[in-house]
């Protein structure tokens, strides 16, 4: 059995991260350390585990636990690595944004492979470290790398893209209480959110003399969870070679698929799934896609980023079915 640590355990992205490794059969929590909710059930905190699991928080961590998943917040998990030497062998996979970028990734005598298995599976296979991807930056980056892969992209990448409530974090905020969010709607970061720094790396890997801009809107939605994107570019083939394309490119993906049918967030939510859709609209090629952002956007491509590591089967512990009704 893996023997699995979990910092930051009482976010979202954590809850989702415990209630998929307490059902994985090739995994052992070990710990789940907070420093705010100390030895109180982690039912307390995340009431769908309720009698699923008696694990209870813990301001102490072993650091020789087989793979270590961080849950913290931008910025604290390099930080909390400095304050915390863990054994050569533990796997390390990082939610959060510190380590996703090149400049970053070489940091505290890791390399961290950036997390995309659509993009980099072979290296994560034998990766030490992982840098999880953004949950927008999962979502637009499929939609876009088919087309880098082929140098395809020759004009400017228009993007509107919009979040549930839970991709602010359990942190209450004005933007993210209920009287707020229901029946409300709004843009954010409008042209600088910071996933565009990982989106445009990965595009530029695939298709190095790309300089498009990638014009990016974010918004807000009255939802709890999913992230449904357009994008829209230049293209000079037709539907049918778009189609091509993108399937060849995903034709091992196991969990990204492309749909001839207009595609919609209740597909995806509570899956580790991506879903994409092509239509053709005079020279523009129009691509949408759908994913759940805390699986697919977070914890469970953290577990399919563990699965590879370990040479498990890719889909173990993540056969999720959509919640559609």
């Known amino acids: 059995m893996i023997k699995a640590g979990i910092v930051g355990g009482s976010g979202f992205t954590a809850g989702e991260l415990i209630r998929l490794l307490i059902h ?19 039912s307390n905190v995340h009431e769908d585990l309720y009698a699923q699991t008696p694990l209870r928080f813990t301001n102490q961590v072993n650091t020789a636990v087989g793979v270590l998943f961080l849950c913290t917040g931008h910025g604290n998990s390099s930080a909390f690595l400095q304050a915390h030497e863990f054994s050569k062998s533990t796997k390390i996979i990082d939610l959060s944004n510190d380590f996703r970028l090149a400049k970053t990734s070489q940091l505290l005598d890791r390399n961290f492979v ?14 030490d470290s992982v840098a999880n991807p953004g949950c927008f930056a999962t979502a637009i980056q499929l939609a876009l790398l088919p087309l880098a892969a082929h140098h395809k992209i020759t004009k400017s ?19 993210s ?24 790396q990965s595009v530029k890997q695939l298709q190095p003399s790309c300089n498009q801009a990638i014009h990016f809107i974010p918004n807000r939605g009255n939802f ?52 994409i859709h092509l239509e053709k609209h005079d020279d523009l090629l129009l691509i949408t896609t759908a994913i759940d952002n805390l699986l697919k956007g977070a914890s469970g491509q953290a577990v399919h980023n563990m699965n590879l590591i370990y040479g498990l089967e890719e889909n173990l512990g993540l056969d999720l079915k959509a919640n559609y009704f």
């Open 24 to 42: 994985h059969p090739a995994v052992h929590i070990d710990f789940v350390y907070t420093t705010s909710k100390e030895g109180q059930p982690v």
């Open 114 to 127: 950036y997390g995309l298995p659509e993009l980099n599976k072979s290296a994560i296979e034998t990766a």
């Open 157 to 175: 990448v228009h993007v509107n893209a919009v979040t549930g409530a839970t991709g602010a974090g359990a942190g209450l905020s004005q933007t």
């Open 177 to 200: 209480n209920f009287v707020w969010r229901d029946n409300n709607y709004s843009h954010y970061k409008a042209f600088n959110h910071q996933h565009l720094a990982e989106i445009n």
């Open 224 to 275: 709890s969870r999913g992230i449904f994107a357009t994008a829209y570019t230049s293209f000079d083939g037709s539907l049918q070679d778009a189609q091509q394309m993108y399937h060849d490119f995903y034709k091992s993906a196991l969990f990204t698929a492309i749909s001839e049918r207009p595609i919609h967030l209740k597909q995806v939510v509570n899956t580790n799934n991506a879903l």
